[in-house]
């Protein structure tokens, strides 16, 4: 059997990866899928309206970048809405919720730092 091309090696398509519940059932609501590399977790998550996570902090250094709708997130005891277009930078360790606006469904590029547990894989530790 021949060696798979560059492309089937270096392209990813969201949509065809298993769609699952990226945080666990009981942290949060977001589904779709991730492609984790060597060094970096890459996802695409999607959040039904008014629908989210519950306290939480990540050991990496997290970015979610809002494709559509818009994220309610609560930081450092402080609410406030992330457009589409935007991006959030969470850094490690900081405790936050992220749930879908009343306005409608949230989409976002979510790309997380792996190294920081050693494990290889994001961690992310409920309140």
Do not use: W
């Not at 065809?16 to 779709?32: D, R």
């Not at 949230?106 to 894989?121: H, I, K, N, P, Q």
């Amino acid at each position: 059997m021949p060696a798979p091309s560059a492309r089937e090696r270096y392209v990813h398509h969201f949509d065809a990866m298993p769609q699952s519940n990226l945080l666990g059932g009981a942290l949060s609501t977001g589904t779709g899928a991730a492609f984790t590399g060597e060094r970096v977790y890459v996802g695409i998550v999607t959040k039904k309206k008014g629908s989210g996570s519950r306290p939480h902090y990540h050991l990496d250094e997290t970015f979610n970048y809002v494709l559509k709708g818009a994220l309610k997130v609560v930081m450092d005891g402080e609410e406030f809405l992330v457009p589409t277009g935007a991006l959030l930078h969470i850094p490690p360790k900081v405790v936050h919720t992220a749930v879908a606006s009343e306005d409608g469904d949230a989409m976002y590029l979510v790309c997380r730092d792996t190294t920081s547990d050693g494990g290889g894989e994001p961690t992310t530790v409920e309140v």
